[in-house]
């Protein structure tokens, strides 16, 4: 189910995440955030089930639909790209995420960080992630840290449980992961 490509890493913390549940490696803007915030779940549910309803009707599934017309494909075209511009506009004016390597499961995260970020085991976080590189927008969802370790090449890896994500937030994470998941083959697959 995993990504044959993925790099084996043996951690307890990794089977507890990964083990017998589709997970992506993906490299996404990330961060983790010390200490309990005002996670609002249903946020983070409603930019994930937006970006599904978005995706799904883009095109990605044309063996579904049909061909899209060639109207329609200039429309979407003229909407990535306009999603491009405001997208870049908005990086330019905020504080944009680093962009890290991870590892996402329903279940939780693996980041991978630079310098150690001090987290203790059991303590409460948040993790802030942008899920879609279209639109520049984050989501911020409540974890619990499992464990940090060194990865062997001078940074370390941040294993984090989500914590709490009601039953809503559970399933459009899950149908996302899946986007993700099925995007990821498809690329394989062109690339062979």
């Not at 993925?6 to 951690?11: D, E, F, G, K, L």
């Not at 960080?113 to 590189?133: F, I, K, N, Y």
């Not at 998941?181 to 690339?191: E, M, P, S």
Request: hydrophobic share 40%; glycine share 10%.
């Amino acid at each position: 189910m995993n990504t044959p490509a993925a790099p084996q890493i043996h951690h307890p913390a990794e089977s507890e995440l990964f083990d017998e549940t589709l997970s992506c490696d993906v490299d996404l803007p990330a961060d983790f955030l010390r200490g309990s915030g005002g996670v609002r779940a249903s946020v983070a549910e409603q930019l994930l089930r937006s970006i599904g309803l978005v995706e799904d009707g883009r095109g990605e599934d044309k063996d579904d639909r049909g061909e899209a017309s060639p109207g329609q494909q200039r429309i979407e075209a003229k909407l990535d790209l306009v999603l491009l511009l405001v997208g870049r506009l908005v990086r330019q004016q905020a504080d944009a995420l680093p962009l890290r390597p991870l590892r996402w499961s329903r279940r939780g995260i693996r980041l991978q960080l630079g310098p150690r970020s001090g987290a203790v085991a059991g303590s409460a976080g948040t993790v802030r992630l942008q899920p879609s590189d279209w639109l520049p927008d984050h989501i911020d969802l409540p974890v619990q840290v499992l464990a940090e370790a060194a990865n062997g090449a001078g940074g370390h890896y941040l294993w984090l449980r989500f914590d709490e994500l009601g039953d809503g937030l559970e399933m459009a994470l899950e149908r996302h992961l899946f986007r993700l998941h099925r995007r990821q083959i498809a690329d394989a697959r062109r690339h062979r």
